[in-house]
């Protein structure tokens, strides 16, 4: 069974650094390319960042710079590192597994991933 657990959530001010995890179970995890994706109230799920099983990485304009994807893959576990937090990252924090082409995984289409966690709220306070 594959299991898909993100932790680390909370609420935090803004200027704030959190950092998730996204803990795997039952796939080869080091040969899984990793995506994080939000979705706040109201609006549609979208990509964040992500990192291939090599260890490329991609993120959206909206939190390149600030946010930082790592994976370790001894434990099955990829992170997503966010610093300099602003109100408007606040939504529900998803990771989600692949594996497909990492040129196409790293666009970010949710359909390319068919593994998903259940979810970390993140709430960022002004």
């Known amino acids: 069974q594959v299991q898909l657990v993100e932790s680390g959530g909370g609420l935090v001010q803004a200027g704030d650094s959190l950092r998730l995890s996204c803990a795997t179970s039952?796939?080869?995890?080091?040969?899984?390319?990793m995506g994080w994706f939000r979705q706040a109230p109201g609006k549609e799920r979208e990509f964040v960042a992500a990192?291939?099983?090599?260890?490329?990485?991609a993120y959206s304009d909206s939190v390149k710079g600030r946010f930082t994807c790592s994976r370790d893959n001894a434990k099955n576990t990829a992170y997503l590192q966010m610093n300099s937090l602003k109100p408007e990252d606040t939504a529900v924090y998803y990771c989600?597994?692949?594996?497909?082409?990492?040129?196409?995984?790293?666009?970010?289409?949710?359909?390319?991933?068919?593994?998903w966690g259940q979810g970390t709220q993140v709430t960022v306070s002004s």
């Open positions: 039952g796939r080869t995890f080091s040969s899984d390319h």
């Open positions: 989600a597994a692949g594996t497909g082409p990492w040129l196409r995984l790293q666009r970010g289409a949710l359909t390319d991933y068919p593994y």
């Open positions: 990192i291939s099983w090599r260890g490329s990485t």
